[in-house]
Nanobody, 121 residues
Framework: VQLQASGGGVVQARGSLGLSCVFS????????VGWFRQAPGKEREVLSC????????YYRDYAKGRFTMSSDNAKNTVYLQMNSLKPEDTAVYYC???????????????WGQGTQVTVSS
């Protein structure tokens, strides 16, 4: 199983950034896929999750409205579009595989190398 997030970078506050995650070794039929982030010295913070088959998308409250998660099942790829970014969104962003989206508060089954997002003020 592999997951590879990409698309991070440096962006000014109130800007936008789109992340991608390509995964292999499993399909959407087997796992739900989500995004989480982790800033230095802080705990993992889950953001969103797409259920098996890409049928439903869930967001934590603090991600609603600014972040949009989508998927391309044929390409085994998920995306995270982030708008109106704030300096406190600075973190390493990871995509991960979960047994179910209802378990995405728990440690993921698999996750890959993250991508750094830095939001400057």
């Amino acid at each position: 199983v592999q997951l590879q997030a990409s698309g991070g970078g440096v962006v000014q506050a109130r800007g936008s950034l789109g992340l991608s995650c390509v995964f292999s070794g499993f399909t959407f039929a087997e796992y739900a896929v989500g995004w989480f982030r982790q800033a230095p010295g802080k705990e993992r913070e889950v953001l969103s999750c797409i259920s098996h088959g890409g049928t439903n998308t869930y967001y934590r409250d603090y991600a609603k409205g600014r972040f949009t998660m989508s998927s391309d099942n044929a390409k085994n790829t998920v995306y995270l579009q982030m708008n109106s970014l704030k300096p406190e969104d600075t973190a390493v962003y990871y995509c991960a595989a979960y047994s179910y989206c209802s378990s995405y508060d728990l440690p993921p089954n698999y996750w890959g190398q993250g991508t750094q997002v830095t939001v400057s003020s």
